[in-house]
């Protein structure tokens, strides 16, 4: 247990680490089986009692992969549509899309900001903004927002569970990941709840038209 513990301290030191948080934030935006969240909650429980990776820096880092992958979700779906890809044909995805295009029609901001939290809500709303041409300046405003509040509240989540934890930083890295997953499904009821769940005959509504 010692000898992967302090693997985990000397892997979170080293500067390739905040390149592999950019990279899984960046794929997790367009393709949702990458767990960014994962990543940067279990690297902000090492850095809570370890002081690597640099909070601020986990946050930027996240926040700017996340920015890149939502805007590059958006330039997917704005090219190619929503049916293009096998896993964008599966009946979750489509009820998916179905619902993030009735409800970009009716408060398009709000679902934008709040999305980001939602692992397959967030792929789902950022190719139907792009699919039905939501304004791109307003689009890149707000996902720079969504960004950087989601990363500040994923590391708070890695730094709070993790301070329990100094002794044992895998155990620390486990138990900040099963809560921000927890705390994730939450989000996804309350949000469902004020905005309304799927139809259940979702999967007989066609996708919004592909531009």
Known sequence: MQAINDFILAAAGQPWVLFL???CCVIDGFFPPIPSESV???LAA???TADVPNPIFLIAT????????DNTAYLIGRRTGTRRWAWMRGPRMQKAFSWAG?????RPASLILVARFVPIGRVAVNL???????????????????GLLWAGYSVAIGLFFGQWFADNHLLGVIVAVICAIGLGIVV????????????????????????
């Open 62 to 69: 996240a926040a700017a992969g996340a920015f890149l992958g």
């Open 21 to 23: 948080v950019f990279a």
């Open 40 to 42: 940067v909650v279990g």
């Open 102 to 106: 009735t409800e970009l029609h009716k």
């Open 128 to 146: 139907t903004a792009g699919v039905s041409h939501y304004p791109r300046p307003r689009f890149v405003g707000l996902t720079v927002l969504s």
């Open 46 to 48: 090492v850095a809570a």
């Open 188 to 211: 996804d009821i309350g949000i469902s709840r004020l905005r309304g769940r799927v139809p259940a005959d979702a999967d007989r509504t066609p996708p919004p038209a592909e531009g």
